[in-house]
């Protein structure tokens, strides 16, 4: 019998992250790397694709990949899928991270969303899902074995006027990922989801000192005033064990489900 900490590992498996080269994504890349897996870094931003998969590579030589990735492109997605096709000739991971939301403005009011704001965030944080999921199920179940990651939000349970497209989304990926299960299940692909608190990863930080100085600068402040259990900042690698755990046999009797992440503040 496999020890228990062989359940963790994924050596040999491929893994893509969408939205992998920065933020949030950026560290579930590396976790994947460090875990043993073959990883294909893609995201929108190249220069940030090239930036992570070169630190990557010179850490784990032969398995990363950088591929520039639109997942709202259907024609985007289906080069992504060729090369890894082409690469590794299998895909046994697929980390649906790719959204919108540090780039959104906060409002303080819900109404007044451009309907152009609310088809690109539909389209991002939810079409994109569906399309990266529907175009990588046949590389997938060559395995008979797969596990799909999609990322959600603690604000897909307690919603967010000052996002209320943002967390509809976000509410969307909650069901998506219930709806996916079953549809994928016989294949022997497990669907879950993660729903992260707000996390401190380098790009909500940075946009945040952005707005904390317009408000100073417009003689207002800025705060939030999040209650958890665990009293401290939430980090990226407080998600790492999830994705790990979600991503690997460890997990081979759970589908369908969404594990929050966020210290507490929202008991699911």
Request: charged share 20%.
């Amino acid at each position: 019998m496999a020890g228990a900490l062989d359940l963790f590992k994924l050596d040999h498996r491929v893994a893509v992250v969408t939205g992998g080269a920065k933020g949030i994504g950026m560290y579930y890349s590396t976790a994947l790397a460090q875990a043993g897996a073959k990883v294909v870094v893609a995201d929108i931003d190249a220069k940030a694709v090239a930036e992570t998969a070169a630190r990557l590579s010179e850490e784990h030589p032969g398995r990363v990949l950088g591929v520039e990735l639109d997942v709202a492109r259907r024609e985007s997605i289906d080069a992504m899928v060729r090369r890894v096709d082409e690469t590794w000739g299998r895909l046994d991971i697929l980390v649906n991270n790719a959204a919108l939301f540090s780039v959104l403005p906060i409002r303080s009011s819900p109404w007044g969303i451009p309907d152009e704001e609310w088809d690109q965030v539909m389209a991002v944080n939810i079409r994109g899902i569906y399309a990266c999921t529907e175009a990588c199920v046949d590389l997938m179940t060559r395995q008979g074995w797969g596990r799909v990651v999609n990322i959600a939000s603690s604000l897909s349970f307690k919603g967010a006027s000052a996002l209320i497209h943002y967390a509809a989304s976000k509410g969307a990926v909650v069901n998506l990922t219930r709806s996916m299960a079953p549809a994928l299940g016989k294949s022997g692909i497990t669907v879950n989801a993660i729903a992260p608190g707000g996390t401190d990863s380098p790009t909500v930080l940075e946009r945040r000192a952005a707005r904390d100085a317009q408000a100073s600068a417009a003689g207002g402040t800025r705060g939030r005033a999040l209650t958890r259990i665990i009293d401290r900042a939430e980090v990226p690698e407080d998600l790492i064990g999830t994705l790990l755990y979600l991503a690997s046999p460890a997990s081979d009797f759970v589908t369908g489900q969404t594990i929050v992440v966020d210290g507490g503040n929202y008991l699911h």
